[in-house]
């Protein structure tokens, strides 16, 4: 039986928000891009292959010119041609958001999760490119790039840098035959854009830091028996947090299967992780007991499970935690800098080793490549001051030369 097309009309196709893919049949699909944009494409199968192409952007394709070139492409299929040479003979050069389109199909499927496609799509659509979305690559100026940049690049620096990038990388792959504007890619730095807009390095100097808020290192020997009170998922999330000295998603997103209770070790898969090397962290007492308890009530593979099926706790818990108790004005985060602090203002332990535990590079990538998996137990030492130092356990003093070995 054949399958249903024209199954689409024109309310349905301008209130499609849902990002995806919705089927109008016949091979014809809109597509919605996180970002809200639409576009339409043909699907088809060759060689026992699906294939793709697109056939131009909503609204300026209406859906009455969508199906016209949506039969086109059945045509081409039924007679063995591809449809993608239907696109060559229109001699017309695609534009930018078409041009995004391709690359997200061709390329953006490598990436290595759905946030990072997610986040390619939002900075290349209307929300910074607006201005360039129908216009063709050869009609794209340096002026046109530097309209969009310069607005967000001292106050949005690390954005305004990847959004360049990813225009050079489009337009890059999209090179017009006649060139570009300028005989060079416009959104090019070296030569090009760098001499009309700040580096980033010296913006660094100019902006100042913004730190995360952190509960001074002496208050929290009186926080923690605070948070041990308390009886809720989340306190026992905050309290590994700080035992560990991790980061909040680390902790939140951790799995039963990343801990091995026989050498008391917890390991967290380079995908989590900032500098996207796995880091292995040296189970303390007080850690290694919390963790063993809530083993025993588990009830599936999140060591800090939520609500709902599947999902573990919502990243605002931690914070929500610390609000409860008064401390709000303080960040979960925080509590990396106020081991930092302590161990360098209160014991004798090397700086590397402070950094180890906070999963920091330290150094050049040969002296990185012979320390790592080396400073097990010196980091073990010294989580073991910090988790005495903060449970009281070790009186009012730390013993230096008792954990520095």
């Not at 609204?59 to 039924?78: C, N, T």
Request: proline letters at 5%; charged letters at 30%; aromatic letters at 8%.
């Amino acid at each position: 039986m054949a399958r249903a097309i024209h199954k689409l009309n024109d309310v349905k196709v301008k209130t499609a928000n849902k990002p995806g893919r919705v089927s109008d049949g016949g091979g014809l699909y809109l597509r919605v891009s996180p970002s809200g944009t639409k576009s339409w494409s043909f699907m088809w199968k060759r060689d026992g292959k699906r294939d793709e192409i697109g056939l131009g952007r909503y609204p300026d394709l209406s859906l009455k010119v969508a199906r016209k070139k949506a039969e086109e492409s059945r045509e081409a299929v039924a007679l063995g041609k591809n449809p993608r040479e239907l696109r060559v003979t229109e001699s017309e050069e695609p534009s930018f958001a078409e041009c995004v389109e391709k690359f997200m199909r061709d390329i953006g499927k490598d990436f290595s999760n759905k946030k990072h496609r997610d986040q390619w799509e939002m900075t290349l659509g209307p929300t910074y490119c607006a201005k360039i979305q129908s216009k063709r690559p050869s009609e794209i100026s340096k002026d046109d790039i530097l309209g969009i940049l310069k607005p967000i690049w001292a106050t949005k620096t690390e954005t305004a840098s990847r959004l360049r990038a990813r225009i050079e990388r489009v337009l890059n792959t999209a090179r017009p035959e006649e060139g570009w504007k300028g005989g060079v890619n416009p959104a090019h730095w070296p030569g090009n854009l760098e001499n009309d807009l700040t580096d980033r390095r010296q913006l660094r100097k100019i902006k100042p830091v913004k730190h995360h808020p952190a509960m001074p290192y002496g208050e929290v020997p009186d926080f923690m028996p605070r948070l041990a009170d308390k009886e809720n998922l989340s306190a026992r999330a905050l309290e590994l947090l700080i035992y560990t000295v991790c980061r909040t998603s680390e902790v939140l997103q951790a799995k039963w299967n990343e801990v091995d209770f026989e050498s008391r070790l917890w390991t967290v898969p380079g995908v989590r992780m900032k500098m996207k090397v796995p880091h292995s962290i040296p189970l303390t007492d007080p850690a290694f007991e919390l963790l063993k308890s809530l083993h025993d009530i588990r009830r599936n593979d999140w060591i800090f499970p939520g609500h709902k099926k599947d999902k573990c706790l919502s990243g605002m818990v931690l914070e929500m935690q610390m609000r409860r108790m008064g401390v709000g004005h303080f960040t979960p985060h925080g509590f990396r800098s106020s081991f930092r602090d302590w161990a360098g203002d209160e014991t004798e332990f090397a700086r590397e080793v402070a950094e180890g535990c906070l999963a920091h590079k330290v150094g050049d990538n040969t002296e990185n490549a012979y320390r790592r998996g080396t400073a097990i137990k010196k980091r073990l030492n010294l989580l073991t001051a910090w988790a005495n130092y903060i449970t009281g356990a070790s009186g009012e003093a730390v013993q230096l030369n008792q954990y520095a070995g």
